[in-house]
């Protein structure tokens, strides 16, 4: 499973597993939303869980603008892993 992965990820850099910290926060949403995403695509009028799938991108997004003001090198390495945004080259 993917969460089970990056769950191993999160704990070989970090000796433990810190289920509360930011990243590991964003990769459980991004596994939320890739659920939820696959779900829509077979039930597109399912109202209810586009609301869901709405809140759940803005907690995602509120969380990751936090780590990029934060630190923002933990910022690109955890968009590097998720591959959940295009990076701009500077």
Same mark, same amino acid.
């Given at each position: 499973? &993917?969460?089970?992965?990056?769950?191993?990820?999160?704990?070989?850099?970090?000796?433990?597993?810190?289920? $509360?910290?930011?990243?590991? !926060? &964003?990769?459980?949403?991004?596994?939320?939303? *890739?659920?939820?995403?696959?779900?829509?695509e077979?039930?597109?009028?399912?109202?209810?869980s586009? *609301? $869901?799938?709405?809140?759940?991108? $803005?907690?995602? !997004?509120?969380?990751?603008?936090?780590?990029?003001?934060?630190? *923002? &090198?933990?910022?690109?390495?955890l968009i590097g892993?998720?591959?959940? *945004?295009?990076?701009?080259i500077?």
């Open positions: 499973m &993917v969460k089970n992965s990056f769950i191993s990820v999160i704990s070989q850099e970090e000796n433990k597993a810190k289920r $509360g910290s930011v990243e590991f !926060q &964003v990769v459980s949403f991004a596994n939320k939303i *890739r659920r939820l995403t696959l779900h829509l077979l039930h597109k009028k399912d109202y209810l586009q *609301r $869901g799938l709405r809140k759940i991108l $803005g907690k995602r !997004q509120r969380l990751l603008t936090y780590l990029s003001k934060k630190n *923002r &090198v933990r910022y690109k390495e892993q998720l591959d959940i *945004r295009e990076t701009k500077r």
